[in-house]
């Protein structure tokens, strides 16, 4: 494997997110730069029930789908940004933010890059259970922050209908319902 050494780092924005354009150079000492998008690490979580064999989901506008011809909403599963704290606790933070549901035991999924062509955010992802009396709250999202969410509780075997027609374009769902459909199964029938 050839080694790509990093020589310099510049930023040529900052906001929301951070744009930075980095300056690399090859094994034959030619460089050249690639744009980095930084905007921090984040957790996403699944939360399912395995009783009524429902999961839930939010759908909200993104600019960037919209942007790019996708649909006004996008059905996702909950997630934010991970801050001040570790990623369990994001994810049960934002689960109970966007959705009103208490979760307990988080069951860790991996934690990729979501794309390492053009970000460095590195997502954790989490499954876990949840019972009908640990909706506590309607959901919805943070007042203030214009996030307009709106839950969804979806029946798990739709939810694969969904996948198998390629309706689930949100990459970090689409994982996490994978992974949910190798490790229990019986729960889409």
């Not at 996008?74 to 994810?91: F, K, Q, S, Y």
């Not at 992802?125 to 007042?143: K, M, N, P, S, T």
């Not at 694969?160 to 190798?182: C, F, H």
Request: glycine share 8%.
């Amino acid at each position: 494997m050839s080694t790509v050494e990093l020589r310099k780092v510049e930023t040529a924005y900052q906001g929301y997110l951070t744009l930075l354009v980095a300056t690399l150079a090859g094994p034959d000492g030619t460089t050249f730069r690639r744009e980095i998008e930084h905007h921090g690490r984040a957790a996403c979580v699944l939360p399912y029930d395995p009783e009524r064999r429902t999961a839930l989901m939010v759908n909200l506008p993104r600019a960037p789908v919209i942007w790019a011809g996708g649909p006004p909403a996008l059905l996702e599963a909950p997630a934010g940004m991970v801050d001040n704290e570790d990623a369990e606790d994001t994810a049960v933070r934002e689960a109970l933010e966007e959705c009103g549901v208490r979760l307990g035991r988080l069951e860790a999924v991996g934690s990729p890059f979501s794309t390492p062509g053009v970000s460095s955010e590195r997502i954790d992802l989490f499954l876990a259970e949840y019972r009908a009396a640990d909706r506590v709250a309607a959901g919805g999202g943070v007042e203030g922050e214009n996030e307009l969410i709106a839950v969804e509780e979806v029946p798990l075997s739709l939810l694969w209908t969904w996948v198998e027609q390629r309706r689930i374009e949100d990459l970090k769902s689409l994982a996490l319902i994978l992974a949910l459909r190798v490790r229990r199964p019986e729960l889409f029938g």
